[in-house]
């Protein structure tokens, strides 16, 4: 290290001074003297680094040899030169150790290769490598959101149409534009660097296929209308698999279709389509709504008919069965005693008769010729026995089979009853079908 001191020593005085062995003390340089030549530096580092191998120094351009000959001798190596040569070799090892020392970024990693062949993956920090030319190492960074545009570059309006123009499954073209953004998986540099000779073209190739695949597979209006998100999601899956399947490392973020629509030199007669689309759509639309307000009334109405006459025949069929059960009891007690149950009916059916008229029956045997008739009275008490005669017809006829068991009785002629004011009311018999 003194050696090494001695020679890269720049605070010596005698740098570019001109001495001959470098030992001249220090002095004060004059006012008017400047810095030191340059040349006389360089000369002077080159006499101290020859001192060190037994080399005599060089002044003004003429060099000394160990007999004054000078240029034409070989020099002569000192004692102690196989320690201090030691010392250097020990110093450059150092230096080259120490170039293995790399700092990978954040969000990068460093792909490291042995004699070419891929080793190992560094992390982002400061890692360690064997030197140059034993290892060697790529960073690459697998952070990075790459984009790329199909079908157009940069602007919507720079069409690329051999990228852009596929065809359906209805054999119609279709202008379609879309956008894939992808990085590198996390332990996915090495195949990135090895295994694709241009993973960045393989995945546009790829995208594109899977694209006029999924595309070709699916209608017009599908695709330019409904189908956008499916198609893309598609798209999406199937150019993921080719690129697993090449072992790229990379990894599709996002598919997303910017712009579909038919060519232009179609445009104006497919707008008219869509336009006679639209108003099919329409009126079908107006036909559903006109049948779903239609039909469900029809079928109210249809329900209501079928319970009117679902009533109607229970109506009817009550109707007949009271009749002939009615007139099953009449029969029977028709055979007990036929008389006495024509006299009955007879009084029903002129009950039943009268009931329904506007006529008053009186009776003419009082002597009173003026009559007082309460007539409202007696068309409200009318409708209301008009009311309650369908409720006592069946206490009728069981009262009419239970004075067939027993004899006749006559009952005494009804004379008009007289009012406190000497009024005659209407003769009571009419309320008994039984009196004479």
């Known amino acids: 290290m003194r050696l090494m001191s001695k020679i890269f020593n720049l605070n010596d005085p005698g740098w570019g001074r001109g001495n001959n062995n470098g030992s001249e003390p220090p002095r004060r340089p004059n006012q008017g003297e400047g810095p030191p030549d340059l040349d006389e530096v360089w000369r002077d580092f080159n006499n101290r680094l020859g001192s060190l191998f037994g080399r005599k120094p060089k002044r003004g351009g003429q060099s000394g040899g160990g007999n004054g000959s000078g240029s034409g001798s070989r020099p002569q190596l ?64 697998i952070a990075q959101l790459r984009t790329f545009e199909v079908g157009y ?86 150019a993921q698999s080719i690129l697993d399947r090449y072992e790229t490392g990379i990894q599709i973020s996002t598919v997303a279709i910017q712009n579909v629509q038919p060519p232009e030199q179609v445009q104006a007669a497919f707008d008219d389509a869509v336009k006679a689309g639209q108003d099919r759509e329409r009126q079908i639309n107006e036909g559903n ?6 039909l469900p009334e029809a079928q109210g109405q249809v329900a209501r008919m079928i319970q009117e006459a679902e009533g109607y025949r229970a109506t009817v069929i009550g109707d007949a069965s009271g009749d002939t059960a009615r007139f ?51 068309m409200n008490q009318a409708a209301g026995d008009h009311r309650s005669f369908s409720g006592s017809i069946e206490s009728t006829s069981s009262a009419a089979a239970a004075s067939t068991t027993q004899p006749a009785k006559q009952s005494a002629p009804a004379r008009p009853a007289t009012s406190s004011d000497g009024d005659t009311t209407v003769n009571s018999s009419l309320s008994n079908p039984y009196s004479r």
């Open 78 to 141: 000192p004692k102690g030169s196989p320690k201090s040569i030691a010392i250097i070799v020990a110093i450059i090892v150092a230096l080259w150790l120490a170039s293995g020392f790399i700092i990978v970024q954040e969000g990068q990693v460093a792909v490291v290769t042995k004699f070419g062949k891929y080793t190992k993956t560094l992390p982002p920090g400061l890692q360690w490598r064997l030197p140059y030319p034993i290892e060697a190492h790529q960073s690459v960074n």
């Open 289 to 294: 709504a006109y049948a779903n307000k239609v």
């Open 153 to 238: 570059r940069g602007n919507a309006r720079n069409k690329v149409l051999p990228e852009s123009l596929m065809l359906t499954t209805d054999e119609n073209i279709v202008d379609l534009q879309f956008v894939v953004q992808y990085r590198l998986m996390p332990n996915g540099a090495p195949d990135y660097l090895f295994k694709t000779s241009h993973p960045d073209e393989s995945v546009r190739q790829a995208a594109e296929t899977a694209m006029r695949e999924i595309v070709g597979k699916k209608p017009m209006d599908f695709v330019l209308y409904s189908g956008r998100t499916e198609v893309a999601t598609e798209v999406q899956s199937l």
């Open 328 to 378: 099953t009891k009449v029969e029977a007690e028709f055979a007990k005693a036929p008389d006495i149950t024509r006299e009955r009916m007879y009084l029903s059916t002129m009950q039943e008769i009268l009931e329904n008229s506007s006529k008053i029956m009186i009776d003419s045997q009082a002597s009173n010729n003026m009559l007082y008739l309460p007539l409202d009275k007696i």
